[in-house]
């Protein structure tokens, strides 16, 4: 499989913000964000060794140097709908994820508008005791 | 040993982040995070079986979103997840990623703090869509002199 083409991260953000936004204008509709280490290793050598423990050693557990974090997002149109499918990724570097979920949250926030808002007159009994 | 199989759902969002700290610092290389956002048609009601009957929210029309965040590992085959409907759960989620982001990238994290930390920092960050009425625009200064 061709590796996918990596967009920036500002613009991953837009186009992720728009897949959001032509979803909430339809009743039936799925995004799938997806996060996982860049580690160097395709997905091919992960699955030939997935039995054997050399991805256990402590290199991989303790890296040397902070790795990068890839993201994904599709709307998991497949089989007869693939012709459909929008599929982006962005690479998103150690120091640079605090920013990143910064803006991916706020994002998601407005994004995600389907979901139930918050009651406000029942959430004000809802206070946290603290112990 | 009877084989049954535990539905994967965890009950909090800290159960959660726990057990997906804990799947990421066992298999770093190959765990990832999926969060499937589903807006579904309004017609199931079967979820909601709960004393929401009393309330007659405009919900019921409007199609149902849900959230769903999954912790999977082909290593291992764990799988961990925890869904929700509420807006509200979003920030804190997206949070979770976040840190469990970094977990990813190998940096030191302490997950502990990622639900303690105050809601309030992230929320100035909404970018207000700025109403362009022209006629009245007054702002209040804060202790302006």
């Known amino acids: ?28 509709a799925s995004i799938y964000l997806t996060q996982k280490r860049l580690s160097g290793i395709s997905d091919d050598d992960t699955k030939s060794d997935l039995r054997s423990d050399s991805l256990l050693d402590y290199a ?7 790795l990068p974090v890839l993201i994904r997002a599709t709307n998991g149109k ?10 982006i990724a962005t690479v998103v570097q150690p120091d640079e994820l605090e920013s990143f979920f910064g803006k991916y ?6 994004g995600m508008s389907g979901l ?8 004000k009994k809802k206070k946290k005791v603290k112990a | 040993m009877a084989q049954t199989v535990k ?3 965890l009950a909090s969002i800290s159960d959660w982040l726990t057990q997906s700290n804990l799947l990421l610092r066992a298999y770093p290389t190959t765990t990832r995070i999926t969060s499937k956002y589903t807006i579904a048609p309004p017609v199931s009601k079967k979820r909601k ?28 085959g764990v799988c961990l997840k925890y869904r929700t409907d509420q807006a509200a759960e979003v920030n804190r989620l997206i949070r979770c990623l976040g840190v469990l982001g970094m ?3 190998g940096q030191e994290v302490d997950v502990e703090t990622a639900l303690e930390a105050p809601q309030a920092a992230v929320a100035p960050a909404i970018e207000e869509k700025a109403p362009e009425e022209g006629g009245k625009k007054k702002k209040k200064k804060k202790g302006g002199r």
């Open chain 2, 49 to 76: 079986r709960t004393a929401e009957t009393t309330s007659d929210d405009p919900a019921s029309t409007a199609p149902q979103a849900t959230l769903t965040i999954k912790t999977y590992d082909p290593n291992s």
């Open chain 2, 103 to 105: 977990g990813m990238a």
């Open chain 2, 7 to 9: 539905p994967p759902y």
């Open chain 1, 116 to 123: 139930k808002k918050r009651d406000r007159s029942k959430g």
């Open chain 1, 60 to 66: 991989d557990i303790s890296p040397p140097t902070h």
């Open chain 1, 105 to 110: 949250a706020e994002l998601c926030r407005t």
């Open chain 1, 78 to 87: 497949s089989k007869k709908d693939r012709k459909d499918k929008i599929k």
């Open chain 1, 1 to 28: 499989m061709a590796e996918q083409e990596r967009l920036s991260n500002d613009e991953f953000l837009d186009r992720l913000s728009e897949l959001l936004k032509s979803a909430s204008t339809k009743s039936k």
